[in-house]
T-cell receptor
């Protein structure tokens, strides 16, 4: 079974631009979560989608948004990029929404904002 | 609210020695606890998880962890370190029923294996 796939692996953007990151979950997984990883803040929860509905959201500004499609694939969008948005963005999928369901992570998209 | 504290941002052990990575959590409800490992330029891989039942949990690659409710701890151990164990290790907590905060991770511990 194929793992979680994130595209692209690397992105370089300029301050003020917007960016869209893509995530394909493991086949059959309906829950997709997004995390931001930085050296200073560590891993921080962005949001979670289940069956095309955003169920949980972390403490990030409205510039960060996402969506999930009927095939469970998910995208996240960051508008008006800031230098501090430079990070590794990780997508994870799980088979259900329960807190005991382990997350399966992709290899991430490394975003650099200049 | 839930939180996780990992003691020691870097831990160095000799190859063949015991590995002990410490994790303490805070949760207002019975937690689900996880350990993940991250190799350079990769995502996180699940090592083991505690949900209910036996408090000593065995995971992949010879790792195990013990849930101690009285100490609010979930330390990760491996009897004999191998060079391939060098990586970043994250402890994480999730409150029962999913919770609204997703998975809360500790800051991570970088494990260094000395030859």
């Amino acid at each position: 079974k194929a793992g979680v796939t994130q595209t692209p692996r690397y992105l370089i953007k300029t301050r003020g631009q917007q960016v869209t990151l893509s995530c394909s979950p493991i086949s059959g997984h309906r829950s997709v979560s997004w995390y931001q990883q930085t050296p200073g803040q560590g891993l921080q929860f962005l949001f979670e989608y289940f069956s095309e509905t955003q169920r949980n959201k972390g403490n990030f500004p409205g510039r960060f948004s996402g969506r999930q499609f009927s095939n469970s694939r998910s995208e996240m969008n960051v508008s008006t990029l800031e230098l501090g948005d430079s990070a590794l963005y990780l997508c994870a999928s799980s088979s259900n929404q329960g807190g005991d369901s382990p997350l399966h992570f992709g290899n991430g998209t490394r975003l650099t904002v200049t | 609210a839930q939180s996780v504290t990992q003691l020691g941002s870097h831990v160095s052990v000799s190859e063949g020695a015991l590995v002990l990575l410490r994790c303490n959590y805070s949760s207002s409800v019975p937690p689900y606890l996880f350990w993940y490992v991250q190799y350079p330029n990769q995502g996180l891989q699940l090592l083991l998880k505690y949900t209910t039942g036996a408090t000593l949990v065995k995971g992949i690659n010879g790792f195990e962890a013990e849930f101690k409710k009285s100490e609010t701890s979930f330390h990760l151990t491996k009897p004999s370190a191998h060079m391939s164990d060098a990586a970043e290790y994250f402890c994480a907590v999730s409150e029962t029923g999913g919770g609204a905060d997703g998975l809360t991770f500790g800051k991570g511990t970088h494990l260094i294996i000395q030859p």
